[in-house]
Structures are given as structure tokens and as C-alpha cells.
């Protein structure tokens, strides 16, 4: 298990290291000269030549590349170039709201794609089927910022049942987890209901039903667990889904997380937040899916980890 | 897959008539009802889209009924009117426009490219496959918005820039599909036959194997229409994309977004239109994939 985490690890090397490189890259292909963007449009040119100075970008490209990265690796991605602060407590303060939606969402999603793609599967071809794969089409069509527009329209303006906007109690994570989680649990649920649906036509459950176990017990203790093992991957791809929806889900709910930090970046064109908040994204993907391949072995004890 | 077997287990089938691919797609596709009226609409939106500049009862984005501002629904305005007083329907139809050929034009590319290299990566298994791979996986370790904002901040915003970066994300998705596929045909008989007569790769990829691979890229690329239709519309709402005053709906959206307490009309029509067109693709591509796939017969 430690060598297989250790190799895994190892593994992720070669990816983390090409996207560090396409994102420091991003730098120097964005439109602009970053020296100008920093000094701001009317400073006169000695004072961009010493902000280029100041941000070691008068230095050769591997010069600058090393000190990027061994900036990054110690949480140091210098200053906003919009708020003049570090980028690192611009991160932090922003971090945990999306963390926190992302969580939420994905719990719920989870929970409520696996009970429909269940019952789908269990009742195949019948209303509760039936219902199920409406919902759930119905789910992946939707996009989250049209779905996010009519819940804000019905339950914050109409019935003045939930807060609209920002993030400060609980009742705030409702509306932007249910938008978030929407597509996701469309997907688990058509995902759930295909693994099942074939695991039922195998022999051990024939056996298990032949052996006389009531149909619950079949179906939740020999069926379920091998269905999931597949529906776990899909989990952790659908993380990936959700890190890239809550960009979209945060504009609309003026959400204080990290997809409006980014997006708010990129039209101001302010490269160290850009930076520092694609490294983190695409860091928080690659470590969940090695946290969902781990988690492999707990559910599917054929699996040795070598 | 390549074609159905002509030996028939079913007793039933009739002796007479020779079960050609496309005889048998249809078969299985007309007895889905669901998604032939799928069919159906995205034949109708596309027509709609293509005389849209034909059918619009009023200009997209140069007329202004300045007595109507904020209006509802009514017999006049179908979808009624902005708070800038356009008529919501017609800029709806010509968002029509931008949405499809924006879905069609990204995920073509994205295909094309895709199984070209799946096909190399598939059939050359040496280091040029091994480096598309690795390609496709660093594009893979970005959640794929995230990788089209970046693009779109690299490219500027626009529309264009905007299909190019949902073409980009779409290529690693092809390349994984068709490149499976690959593999798997490469060392069926048929084609170890081209090998013996002294085929040249280039036939045996492109006559031989291809064929083969068509039948999962086309229901891949019905349900990725989907996809980067919302891509591209989620984009646009971010202020990406395309930039008011044109009529893409996301766009539309986003400039709906104040006025949502007062006018919601404004924010509804194109929500509805997204819904329903990303629907009928999704629906179709369902369909399609359960009318390809020579595992799901039997039933």
C-alpha cells in the first residue's frame, strides 16, 4: 500500500511538472507586457522598467522559471497585481467558501445519483425508471448558471424563501450547492443505474437470490458494493467537473470563492492570481483522483495495490 | 463495429432481406420514440438557425421598442421584450445561430483532430503514441472550463477564441475513444489480412480501421454538442465570449442578471432555450449510442 502510494505519487511528477510550465508559460503569452499591467497604464517608462526589474522580469526565461517555482512550491506567488496583496492571502481567504460548496455539493449529488440510479436499476424499464432517467437528463442538459437563474428566480425572489446572494450562513449554501450538484447527480444516477443494471445479470446474484436472501438484502449487500466500484471513479472525475462549475455557480451567486478570484483575474488580466489559482485547481484534481483511486481498495478487495 | 454477423439467430428475422449497417441502425432507432422527436427538433433547429435572419420578426440587435421596455410575453413579442426594448424571440433565433454553429464547429474540430490522433496513438504504439497520451493526460489534469478560461485569457475574449478553446479540450476526449477502439481492432483477422497482401499503413488505417471506429465517434460527438454548446454559453455568461450586444445566449444571460427581480422573462427564454437544445442533443446522442452498439441487441 505505502510503495504503491509512494509510486503513484512518483508518478504524478511528470504531469505536475508540464502544467506548472504551461502555467508559468501563461505569463508570457498573455497579451501585454506584465510590467506595463503591474505599473499600470499611465506610469512613465522608467517606472515600468524598475517594476520589470522588481518582478525579475528582466531575467532569461529558465532564470525566472526556477524562481517561479520555487516560489510556488513555498506558497509564494508574489502580489495581486488588482489588489496589491499576496496572492497567497488572497487564496486563503477565498479557499474554504468554495471548498466548503464543492463539499456540500458533491455530498448531496452523491447521495441522491446513487438512490435514483438504484432504484432505476432495481425497477428497470418501469416508472420509477422512468422518472429517474427523466431527472436525470433532464440534470446534465441544464447549465448550471441557466439552473442557477431560475432556483434564485423561484425560491430567493418569488417565494423570498432563501438568500440570493454572497455566503454567510447556511441558508446561503442551498441554492448554490443545488446548482452546483445538479449535473452531477444526473450523471452518478445514469452512471449507477448502467453498472447496476449489469451486475444484476451476474451469477452471484442469481445464487444469492437462488440461496433464498430477500431482495433488499441482494440487492444492497451483494449488488451494491460491486457496482460501486465503477461509480467511484466516475466520482472523482466529476470533482474535476465540479472545481470547473463552481467558477460559473460563484458568478452567479457573487459567491466569495476561488472561481470568481479567478475569473475577476482574468479580465483584469492579473497574472500572479491566474497562476496561482489554475496551479491550485488543477492540483486539487490530480490529488482527489489519487485519494479516489486509494479508496479502491477499501471497496473492492480483489484490487492489491503492487 | 463492423457489420452485424449475416447469420441471424433470431427465428423470427425474415430469410429474405440482407441486413445492411445503416438497415440495421434504423431498425433499432425507429423503435425509440424519445429519441426521434429528438431527431426531430434538432432538424427543426437547425433549419431555424439557418433562415433565421429570414424568420425574425424583428432586428436582433438594431430594433428598439422604446414603448415596450421590460414588456411580457405577448402576441406581438412571443418571448416579450429587454429592458433595452429588443425583442427577446428574435434574438433568441439568432442565438440559435451562434449556440449551434459554435457547438458543431468546436466539436468537428475537436473529432477530427481527436481520432486522427487516437488512430496514430492506437496504431503506432511506440513513442509517438506514447506522447500523444501524454498529451491527452496533461490536458485531462485540468478540469475542462478551467482549461478553456485559460486558452480564452491566453487568445483573448471572443467568440472564436472560444471555439477554439472548446475545440482544444474536446481533442484529448476523441484521441482516448478512438485510440481504445484501435486497439482493440488492430489485431482482429480482417485486418492481419491487409497486412499479409502488402496493404501500406495509410489504407489499412484509414479504409480499414476508421470505418470501424466511426460508429462511437459519432454518438460521442451528438452528446459533445451538448457539452460545448454549455461551455461555450457558460463563457459567454462569464464574460468571455461573445460580448453584448450579440444575441448568443449566454450573453444574454449575463445581461439579464440585473434585471432579475423586475423581469424575469428576460432570464427565462434563453435559460429554456439552452435547456432544450442541449436536451434534444443529449436525448439523440442517447439514442444513437443504443442504435450503434452491437452489445445492446438483444432486449
Redesign the interface.
Known amino acids: 500500500m505505502l510503495r504503491y502510494l509512494i509510486k503513484r505519487l512518483l508518478g504524478l511528477a ?2 505536475l511538472i ?2 506548472a510550465v ?1 502555467v508559468f508559460l ?1 505569463v508570457h ?3 501585454g507586457d506584465p510590467a506595463r499591467l503591474a505599473a499600470g497604464p499611465d506610469a512613465p517608462p522608467e517606472t515600468v522598467e524598475l517594476v520589470r526589474k522588481d518582478l525579475g522580469l528582466d531575467r532569461s526565461i529558465p532564470e525566472q522559471f526556477l524562481r517561479f517555482i520555487s516560489g510556488a512550491v513555498r506558497g509564494d506567488f508574489g502580489k495581486s497585481i488588482r489588489t496589491r496583496r499576496l496572492v497567497s492571502a488572497e487564496i486563503a481567504e477565498r479557499f474554504w467558501p468554495t471548498f466548503w460548496l464543492t463539499f456540500w455539493s458533491m455530498a448531496w449529488s452523491v447521495t441522491v445519483g446513487l438512490a435514483i440510479g438504484t432504484v432505476a436499476a432495481v425497477w428497470r424499464n418501469r416508472w420509477p425508471d422512468r422518472i429517474g432517467m427523466v431527472f436525470a ?2 440534470g ?8 442557477g ?2 432556483l ?2 423561484i425560491f430567493a ?1 418569488q417565494l423570498g424563501w432563501l438568500p440570493a446572494l454572497g455566503a454567510e450562513s447556511w441558508k446561503h449554501y442551498i441554492l448554490p450547492s443545488l446548482t452546483l450538484g445538479a449535473a452531477v447527480a444526473a450523471i452518478m444516477a445514469r452512471f449507477t443505474r448502467s453498472s447496476f443494471v449489469e451486475i444484476l445479470q451476474e451469477d452471484y446474484v442469481r445464487t444469492a437470490r437462488a440461496k433464498g436472501l430477500s431482495e433488499p438484502v441482494v440487492v444492497i449487500k451483494h449488488a451494491l458494493r460491486n457496482a460501486l466500484i465503477p461509480v467511484v471513479t466516475m466520482m472523482g472525475l466529476q470533482f ?2 465540479l ?3 463552481s ?2 455557480v460563484e ?2 451567486f457573487n459567491w466569495p470563492g476561488m472561481g470568481r478570484l ?2 475577476d483575474a ?2 483584469m ?1 492579473d497574472y500572479p492570481v ?1 497562476q496561482a489559482s ?1 496551479l491550485l ?2 492540483l486539487e ?2 490529488v482527489i483522483n489519487l485519494i479516489v483511486d486509494l479508496l479502491y481498495g477499501f471497496i473492492n478487495p480483489t484490487i492489491r495495490y503492487k | 463495429m463492423n457489420p452485424p454477423p449475416a447469420i441471424c439467430t433470431s427465428p423470427a428475422a425474415p430469410t429474405d432481406s440482407i441486413r445492411t449497417p445503416w438497415a440495421e441502425f434504423w431498425r433499432k432507432f425507429r423503435r425509440q420514440p424519445v429519441a426521434l422527436v429528438a431527431g426531430a427538433f434538432v432538424g427543426l433547429l437547425v433549419l431555424m438557425a439557418i433562415f433565421a435572419p429570414a424568420l425574425v420578426p424583428f432586428h436582433a440587435e438594431d430594433y428598439f421598442d422604446y414603448d415596450a421596455l421590460n414588456n411580457p410575453p405577448s402576441w406581438q413579442h412571443w418571448f416579450g421584450v429587454d429592458p433595452l426594448g429588443r425583442d427577446i424571440f428574435s434574438r433568441i433565433l439568432v442565438g440559435a445561430r451562434i449556440s449551434l454553429a459554435a457547438g458543431f464547429i468546436s466539436v468537428a474540430v475537436g473529432a477530427i483532430v481527436g481520432t486522427l490522433l487516437g488512430l496514430i496513438a492506437g496504431y503506432y504504439e511506440g513513442w509517438a503514441g506514447q506522447l500523444i497520451m501524454r498529451f491527452s493526460d496533461v490536458l485531462f489534469a485540468f478540469p475542462g472550463i478551467l482549461l478553456a478560461i485559460g486558452i480564452v485569457a491566453i487568445l483573448g475574449n471572443g467568440m472564436v477564441n472560444v471555439v477554439v478553446a472548446v475545440a482544444i479540450f474536446s481533442i484529448p476526449t476523441f484521441a482516448r475513444l478512438v485510440r481504445g477502439n484501435v486497439l482493440s481492432l488492430k489485431h482482429l483477422t480482417y485486418i492481419e489480412a491487409q497486412h499479409s497482401i502488402g496493404a501500406p499503413d495509410w489504407t489499412i488505417i484509414l479504409r480499414h480501421i476508421l470505418p470501424g471506429t466511426m460508429a462511437t465517434v459519432v454518438v460521442y460527438f451528438t452528446m459533445r454538442i451538448g457539452t460545448s454548446i454549455i461551455t461555450a454559453a457558460s463563457l459567454s455568461f462569464l464574460g468571455m465570449g461573445a460580448q453584448p450586444p450579440t444575441p448568443e445566449w449566454g450573453a444574454m444571460l449575463n445581461e439579464a442578471r440585473a434585471d432579475m427581480v423586475t423581469s424575469p422573462h428576460v432570464a427565462i427564454f434563453p435559460s429554456l432555450a439552452i435547456f432544450l437544445t442541449v436536451l434534444a442533443f443529449n436525448v439523440l446522442g442517447d439514442g444513437l449510442r443504443d442504435s450503434l452498439d452491437p452489445k445492446i441487441d438483444q432486449k
Open positions: 511528470p504531469t508540464i502544467v504551461l501563461c503569452l498573455l497579451p437528463i433532464s446534465i442538459s441544464f447549465p448550471a448558471f441557466a439552473l437563474m431560475v434564485m428566480e425572489v474535476g467537473f472545481l470547473g462549475g467558477i460559473v458568478k452567479v479567478l475569473v482574468v479580465e488580466r491566474i489554475v485547481f488543477s484534481f490530480i
